[in-house]
């Protein structure tokens, strides 16, 4: 069973609404990711955490923060975002960090800010 | 500036016909290899992936490595109207705290 699950599905907020994004996947991974993707674009990597740490933040504004609670649970923080954060956000999970792993993708939280 | 190319398309193939995405990569020593499936809408699903030079077979797809061409292809054989997505390819540099670099992806629209 490779599933990655997400909630929720989709999501409106305001400008000025603080909401969260949440992760789960029970495959025992020890990598989970975040991207954002817009439409007909590739997936942008936001954070990566391996082993519960964060790993890499790919210099994202502070209105979006993440936070892996344990080995299977990410979440993502959102607060003041702008119209142009409305994208497919989606978490993946990988058995590891390393040079070669496959990662596995959530089916995604579409927001959208107005 | 680690790069992978992929043509975006749309690449039109008929129904039965054998559909070929290619990608190139700049990191020579990357070390792995994915493919990845996106329906309109919906996320990225992990159909192939390879680590060794050669061909890795896998029902209707096959993927093909040659690193020192710094090229990896998909093959999708007896093309379905179903197999009609975005073909993302994805390449993992050989360097420690890095992630998977995505290409722009390919559209195949397969016609019945």
């Known amino acids: 069973d490779t599933e990655v699950t997400q909630t929720p599905k989709h999501l409106v907020m305001g400008m000025t609404n603080k909401k969260s994004l949440k992760c789960e996947q029970h495959?025992?991974?020890?990598?989970m990711y975040w991207y954002k993707q817009k439409a007909k674009k590739p997936p942008e990597l936001m954070f990566v955490?391996?082993?519960?740490?964060?790993?890499i933040n790919e210099s994202v504004p502070s209105r979006f923060s993440p936070e892996c609670p344990n080995s299977s649970l990410l979440n993502l923080h959102l607060h003041a975002l702008q119209p142009e954060d409305s994208a497919l956000y989606l978490c993946a999970s990988s058995p590891r960090d390393g040079y070669s792993y496959e990662q596995y993708f959530g089916p995604g939280t579409r927001l959208t800010v107005t | 500036q680690k790069e992978v190319e992929q043509n975006s398309g749309p690449l039109s193939v008929p129904e039965g016909a054998i559909a070929s995405l290619n990608c190139t990569y700049s990191?020579?020593?990357?070390?792995?290899f994915f493919w990845y499936r996106q329906y309109s809408g919906k996320s990225p699903e992990l159909i192939m992936f390879i680590y060794s030079n050669g061909d890795k077979e896998d029902g209707r797809f096959t993927a093909q490595l040659n690193k020192a061409s710094q090229y990896v292809s998909l093959l999708i054989r007896d093309s379905q109207p179903s197999d009609s997505a975005t073909y993302l390819c994805a390449v993992k540099p050989n360097q420690a705290g890095t992630a998977l670099i995505f290409g722009k992806g390919t559209t195949l629209s397969v016609s019945s």
């Open positions: 955490y391996s082993y519960e740490k964060l790993s």
């Open positions: 990191d020579r020593g990357s070390q792995s």
């Open positions: 495959m025992g991974h020890r990598a």
